[in-house]
């Protein structure tokens, strides 16, 4: 199932993705994790573990804090 706070922390990875105008799997491959887990990742159905965080904020030239302020936000505008 999708939780509020997963849909967040996707929302915020695939809008750091466009941002920097990178394909999934050009995202995927940057960060050593297959294509099929980072769209689920964006779709918020997979729960992504604090490696592979580091490793996305890496490839996306960020910090993990960052993605998950960013999602953080997202998600309390969501509640609003």
Partial sequence: PRSPEHAALGDAIKARRKELGLSQEAL???????????G?????????????????AQALRTEPGILLT??????????D
């Fill in 28 to 38: 995927a491959e940057a960060a050593g994790i297959h294509v099929t887990h980072l």
């Fill in 40 to 56: 689920g990742l964006e779709r918020g159905v997979r729960n992504p573990s604090y490696a592979t965080l580091v490793r996305l």
């Fill in 70 to 79: 960013s999602a953080d936000h997202a998600r309390a505008r969501a509640t």
